[in-house]
């Protein structure tokens, strides 16, 4: 059977998502992509006119992606909320941890491409956390402190749990379950570990 040609550009793609896991983008050439996509080397750029396209366009969806994580109104409270965000982010990111890899090796490889979705995924994802925080904050449910920092603390705590439950694998770590990963993490973020003072 013939594949229609956007049924080509998946194959492709998820051909291309493979191979920069693996290698990232710099050891990555067409022939390769092509060679796993199954197609001739030539047919590759039918679909896509460079490598640099389908990097873009991989990464372009993952962008997509990121209203995924986040409630568009939420009822819950607070500590739901963040727990649901945690809880969203580890099952998708880890059933296919593909995308961390690649988030890896586009930080350490430097290229222009890298450098500007990694800003622009940041943004994003900073800039829908620094919009939960700034309600919270005018509703006094937190206390008054910089949006900016509450948001790359929390995250740092959601993609750390990411990374040693898929590249930097901790055996204890992986006998937590994700809601139980949640659970802590959001309690410590929100509450800390102190006992209060009476």
Same mark, same amino acid.
Request: a positive charge; aromatic letters at 14%.
């Given at each position: 059977? +013939? !594949? *229609?040609?956007?049924?080509? +550009?998946?194959?492709?793609? *998820?051909?291309?998502?493979? !191979?920069?896991?693996?290698?990232?983008?710099?050891?990555?050439?067409?022939?390769?992509?092509?060679?796993?996509?199954?197609?001739?080397?030539?047919?590759?750029?039918?679909?896509?006119?460079?490598?640099?396209?389908?990097?873009?366009? $991989?990464?372009?969806?993952?962008? /997509?992606?990121?209203?995924?994580?986040?409630?568009?109104?939420?009822?819950?409270?607070?500590?739901?909320? $963040?727990?649901?965000?945690?809880?969203?982010?580890?099952? +998708?990111?880890?059933?296919?941890?593909?995308?961390?890899?690649?988030?890896?090796?586009?930080? $350490?490889?430097? @290229?222009? %491409?890298?450098?500007?979705?990694?800003?622009?995924?940041?943004?994003?994802?900073?800039?829908?956390?620094?919009?939960?925080?700034? %309600?919270?904050?005018?509703?006094?449910?937190?206390? *008054?402190?910089?949006? @900016?920092?509450?948001? /790359?603390?929390? #995250?740092? $705590?959601?993609?750390?749990?990411? !990374? !040693?439950?898929?590249?930097?694998?901790?055996?204890?770590?992986?006998?937590?379950?994700?809601?139980?990963?949640?659970?802590?993490?959001?309690?410590? #973020?929100?509450?800390?570990?102190?006992?209060?003072?009476?």
């Amino acid at each position: 059977m +013939r !594949l *229609k040609g956007s049924q080509r +550009r998946e194959k492709i793609l *998820k051909a291309a998502k493979k !191979l920069f896991a693996q290698k990232g983008f710099k050891g990555t050439t067409t022939k390769m992509l092509a060679q796993e996509a199954g197609i001739s080397e030539s047919s590759l750029y039918k679909y896509f006119s460079s490598k640099e396209e389908i990097y873009l366009n $991989l990464l372009e969806q993952k962008i /997509k992606d990121i209203g995924f994580y986040f409630p568009i109104k939420s009822k819950n409270s607070l500590k739901d909320t $963040l727990k649901s965000i945690v809880v969203q982010f580890l099952k +998708r990111n880890t059933k296919d941890p593909s995308f961390v890899k690649i988030f890896l090796y586009a930080s $350490l490889e430097e @290229h222009e %491409i890298s450098k500007n979705i990694l800003s622009k995924l940041r943004n994003i994802f900073f800039s829908r956390l620094e919009s939960l925080f700034q %309600i919270w904050i005018q509703e006094k449910k937190i206390k *008054k402190m910089d949006k @900016h920092l509450l948001s /790359k603390f929390f #995250f740092g $705590l959601l993609y750390y749990s990411l !990374l !040693l439950k898929t590249i930097f694998p901790d055996d204890e770590f992986n006998d937590y379950t994700i809601e139980e990963i949640a659970n802590n993490l959001t309690e410590i #973020f929100l509450e800390g570990v102190l006992y209060e003072q009476k």
